[in-house]
């Protein structure tokens, strides 16, 4: 009887740790559509994370074109107002060399003038 009841006993155990694998592996199919559920929101989040990246990436691009035209326009301005004054400057300094040889001239004509009457008057 000991012989049976041990064989029943084994039985038990078997069915028992049948009905164990049987449960986990239940609960691993569970835990993979969790898992795969899992996986499809964490792609989900990933491609709407990465359309606000691109968006604002295309956001920061615009600011900063916006701004890089804008400086460019005041750097243009003011090498047109650098040229504007250089070009005063220019014409300016040449008027004043060109009414210097005619003081010069000038200044001459009347040194000879002088010495002529100089001359003269001695």
């Known amino acids: 009887m000991k012989e049976k009841e ?9 069915k028992e740790f049948q009905q ?8 691993e199919k569970r835990l993979d559509a969790k898992i ?9 989040v990933e491609i709407r994370l990465d359309d606000k990246i691109d968006i604002a990436v295309e956001s920061m691009k615009a ?7 804008q400086v460019q326009s005041s750097f243009q301005l003011l090498g047109d107002k650098l040229d504007t004054s250089v070009k005063g400057i220019v014409n300016l300094i040449e008027r004043g060399m060109g009414n210097q040889a005619k003081i010069e001239d000038s200044v001459q004509n009347h ?6 009457l100089e001359t003269k008057a001695g």
């Open 6 to 14: 041990r064989q029943t006993k084994r039985l038990d155990v078997k």
């Open 20 to 27: 164990v694998r049987k449960e986990i592996k239940e609960t």
């Open 36 to 44: 795969d559920k899992l996986d499809a929101k964490i792609d989900q």
């Open 63 to 69: 600011y900063t074109d916006v701004k890089f035209s």
């Open 111 to 116: 040194e000879q003038r002088i010495c002529l």
